[in-house]
């Protein structure tokens, strides 16, 4: 069965750019921050720094620049739907999502059949992109108390003497590296295992035909095939995309006639 | 003449010349020496002058040297070998009167010097080794008394004591796993037992004689203590990694690096990095002040940092030796009980483990035939389901017509674009027109039903947009 239909709704464009600079980022952060910590590849120890520190800004000013969008920027609060409402909104617990923990997690764990029905993000992913945001500041932080150790700026060395000296201090950061490279395996493995809907819509802006999703009754109405085959059930488009959508059909369909 | 004649047979003077070292050699020093109380090396001569006449007044400051769990390997670090250099004289001449090593006197008469002397006051300790306090401390006993004791009652009296080597400053070797001693630094012994006296840490192993002459120096000369970090080791000589000073810092930057010793890489002294070098976390200005009489110092000499110089005053457990062995990996170990593994270890392993998990319920997705889309959704929230809402089971009860028309109609839904038609099923093929005529059917009766939702109004909409004279709709089968 279908998933829900992908809309831009979901992820506005500047979530898509903001998406690609995180994984840009993290990727460069990883590759300098492995050099860094064992130097495998000779000769590009200060490349390697130098990227790392600049990524870093680009990733903590990409994390900020997420958080005020969210405030900012509307989004739909569904798959499915193109309504809108405030990004935020979606992050926060959702009517759509009530006691839905355990649905996900055994839907996950094959102890149940049906895909749960629920909001844009799952509670489990919603759950754990929360978690990312502290993550990536938290990681900035033991990062940068590492970057200027002499500088001995007292923000950063009161949490160098918390944790017990540099040494500690490096292990964390290292052991940050690898929550994300956890994350990113689950994250990524999530989501394309369905299908490569998901991942179409947030690295490039494709929308892919899917089930239809009504916020009010919170549940599935018709299925919208963008134009390509015929629309089903209650699909809630607006009157012109309904239009151009039902005159695409027709046009296929006039054209499979003209081959015959 | 008479003025010039006098300093230049100065009790200290006579003792350099005795030694060897020549006047320039001592104001050498005397920079030194300013640099690192955190002046300029202009005031060597004014520091020369003070030294000499401090030692020719017999304004000797009395130090009372205190051994505890100690190798005296400090000690030894002072005393270098044959013959004493410019600070160990300079430290002899200003002061220095109770040493269990280096004393003259022994038992009873060193400790009646030491009782003399803090019954006299106005003294400084300094203490090496480490407090080690099992046993109630009996662990430790000097001339039958307890060493927490002789310190205790040492230090009471005392304007400041001075850790010696990194064991004094937070337990060192000596609280490194598992700690059998218990032992700990001057600092924490110091505040535990409510002994408010300063505390001056000078870590390392040994600790380099030069910043400890430097500390006491400053204290006859200016009657201060240097400024203490949060460590409370002297700002100015513990505030710069090694690694911030190290010659072999381009190498680094290069990414010029010794991977194994014997390496054609060793013997052109690139950085020791990948051998485990801690310089880049331990605060010490080994490179500058460098040992053995400014002659060399461990990376210079070849050997990876083993950040001897890291500190946790107020916790043992934070020792140098715990925090950076093994000595020639990047990272310490970590313990659990008996057993020690290395970050990277634990953190590839988890890793590797988790996508193993992942290859696993891959293997299941694809079983369960959710890789195509996904499962079925549910009619309904279970939640709802259960809890008997009404909205709920209505939505629900929409949501389940929509699945069984599209049954009817042999169609699966594809979010790839294409309804796919049921073939094997026998089931009768849809065409857009019935499709859309299904979905007018539904809307209608819906509409009939009265329940006026205004969403339905556009479904109505829709269907009437969908069902156009296409009379011919069914194309050819492929
Ligand atoms: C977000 C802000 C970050 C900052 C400011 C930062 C900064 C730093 C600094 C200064 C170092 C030490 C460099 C040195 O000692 O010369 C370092 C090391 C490292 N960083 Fe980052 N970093 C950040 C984020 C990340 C992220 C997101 C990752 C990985 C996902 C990462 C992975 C690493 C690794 C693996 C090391 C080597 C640690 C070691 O073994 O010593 N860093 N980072
Ligand atoms: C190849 C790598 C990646 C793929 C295929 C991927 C895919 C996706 C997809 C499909 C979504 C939308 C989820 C949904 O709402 O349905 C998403 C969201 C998200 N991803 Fe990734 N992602 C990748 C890498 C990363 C990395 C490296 C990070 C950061 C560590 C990251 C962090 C996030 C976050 C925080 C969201 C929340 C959505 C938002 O910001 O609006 N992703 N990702
Ligand atoms: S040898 Fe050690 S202290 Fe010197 S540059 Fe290399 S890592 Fe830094």
Redesign the interface.
């Known amino acids: 069965?279908?998933?829900l239909?992908?809309y831009r709704e979901a992820h506005p464009l500047p979530m898509v750019i903001t998406h690609w600079v995180n994984l840009i980022a993290m990727i460069v952060l990883i590759l300098s921050g492995l050099e860094i910590?064992?130097?495998l590849?000779?000769?590009?120890?200060?490349?390697?720094r130098g990227l790392h520190m600049f990524f870093a800004f680009v990733l903590v000013v990409n994390c900020v620049v997420r958080i005020v969008l969210a405030f900012v920027a509307k989004s739909a609060p569904a798959g499915g739907t193109r309504r809108l409402v405030r990004d935020y909104k979606t992050w926060l617990p959702q009517r759509d999502n009530?006691?839905?923990l355990w649905?996900w997690i055994s839907?996950?764990l094959?102890l149940?059949?049906?895909?749960?029905?629920a909001a844009k993000l799952g509670v489990p992913q919603k759950i754990v992109y929360l978690l990312i945001a502290p993550l990536i500041f938290f990681t900035a932080y033991t990062g940068f108390c590492?970057w200027g150790?002499?500088m001995?700026w007292p923000i950063f060395?009161w949490g160098t003497?918390l944790v017990?000296?540099?040494?500690?201090m490096?292990?964390i950061h290292?052991?940050c590296m690898?929550v994300f490279?956890?994350f990113m395996?689950?994250h990524v493995?999530l989501s394309l295992?369905?299908?490569a809907?998901p991942a179409t819509l947030i690295f490039f802006w494709k929308e892919?035909?899917?089930?239809v999703y009504?916020p009010?009754?919170?549940?599935?109405?018709?299925?919208d095939?963008?134009g390509?085959?015929?629309?089903?059930?209650?699909?809630?488009?607006d009157?012109v995309r309904?239009?151009a959508d039902?005159a695409a059909?027709?046009e296929r369909?006039?054209a499979?006639?003209g081959?015959? | 003449m008479a003025v010039r004649e006098q300093t230049g047979t100065s009790r200290l003077q006579r003792k350099l010349d005795q030694h060897g070292f020549t006047r320039r050699d001592f104001l050498k020093y005397c920079g030194c020496l300013a640099g690192m109380m955190g002046l300029s090396s202009l005031a060597a001569p004014q520091i020369a002058e003070a030294l000499e006449i401090g030692a020719e007044e017999g304004g000797l400051k009395p130090v009372i040297w205190l051994e505890g769990g100690s190798c005296t390997g400090c000690t030894e670090a002072l005393t270098q070998g044959t013959t004493p250099d410019i600070p160990q004289l300079v430290l002899e001449t200003i002061a220095l009167n109770y040493s269990e090593t280096l004393s003259a006197a022994a038992g009873h008469s060193l400790e009646q010097a030491r009782r003399e002397t803090i019954e006299a006051g106005g003294y400084l300790v300094v203490y090496e080794g480490a407090v080690p306090t099992a046993y109630d401390g009996n662990i430790l006993l000097v001339a039958g008394e307890k060493g927490t004791d002789i310190l205790l009652e040492t230090a009471k009296g005392a304007e400041a004591v001075i850790a010696l080597g990194s064991c004094a400053c937070d337990g060192g070797w000596m609280a490194a796993r598992p700690d059998d001693a218990q032992a700990m630094g001057v600092q924490r012994f110091l505040s535990e037992q409510g002994v408010d006296v300063p505390v001056v840490n000078i870590p390392c192993c040994p600790a380099n004689p030069e910043w400890l002459t430097a500390v006491i120096v400053e204290y006859v000369l200016n009657g201060t203590l240097p400024e203490l970090?949060?460590?409370n080791e002297p700002a100015a000589l513990f505030?710069?990694?090694v690694h911030?000073n190290c010659p072999r810092r381009g190498h680094?930057?290069?990414?010029?690096?010794v991977y194994e010793f014997g390496s054609e890489e060793e013997a052109k002294g690139y950085c020791l990095?990948?051998l485990g070098c801690?310089g880049?976390?331990?605060?010490a200005p080994c490179p500058i002040t460098r040992w053995n009489r400014s002659l060399s110092w461990c990376v210079e000499a070849g050997a990876p940092c083993a950040?001897c110089a890291?500190i946790?005053p107020m916790?043992p457990q934070?020792n140098w030796v715990d925090?950076?062995t093994p000595f020639l990996d990047?990272?310490?170990d970590f313990a659990v009980g008996p057993i020690s593994f290395q970050?990277?270890t634990v953190?590839?392993g988890?890793?590797v483990l988790?996508?193993a998990v992942?290859g696993v319920?891959?293997a299941?997705?694809k079983l369960?035939g959710?890789?195509?889309?996904?499962?079925?959704?549910?009619?309904?929230?279970?939640?709802d389901a259960r809890h008997d809402k009404p909205?709920?089971h209505?939505?629900?009860a929409?949501?389940q017509q929509?699945y069984d028309?599209?049954d009817e109609l042999g169609?699966?839904?594809?979010?790839?674009?294409?309804?796919r038609k049921r073939d094997a099923a026998g089931r009768k093929k849809a065409t857009?027109v019935e499709?859309?005529a299904?979905?007018q059917g539904?809307?209608a009766s819906d509409n009939a039903g009265a329940s006026a939702?205004p969403?339905?109004d556009?479904?109505a909409?829709?269907a009437d947009?969908?069902v156009?004279p296409?009379d011919?709709?069914e194309?050819?089968d492929k």
């Open positions: 069965m279908a998933h239909a992908h910590h064992y130097p590849v000779p000769g590009v120890m200060g490349i390697a009530k006691h839905q649905a839907y996950y094959f149940r059949r049906e895909h749960p029905i590492l150790p002499t001995g060395t003497q017990g000296g540099a040494m500690n490096r292990v290292y052991f690898w490279i956890i395996c689950i493995y295992v369905e299908g809907s892919t035909p899917g089930l009504d009010d009754t919170m549940n599935i109405t018709g299925f095939g963008m390509k085959e015929p629309d089903y059930g209650e699909t809630f488009k009157p309904a239009a039902a059909v027709a369909e006039a499979r006639e081959a015959e | 970090n949060d460590r505030n710069q990694t911030d680094f930057e290069n990414g010029e690096f990095y990948p801690k880049p976390q331990t605060y950040g890291v946790n916790n934070g925090e950076n990047r990272h310490k970050p990277t953190a590839a988890l890793t988790v996508v992942l319920h891959c299941g997705m369960a959710r890789m195509d889309g996904g499962a079925d959704f549910e009619a309904e929230r279970r939640w909205a709920a209505e939505a629900a929409r949501a929509l028309d599209l169609l699966e839904l594809k979010n790839t674009g294409a309804h857009a499709v859309a299904k979905a539904r809307a939702a969403a339905e556009a479904a909409d829709l947009l969908l156009r296409t011919e709709p194309g050819g």
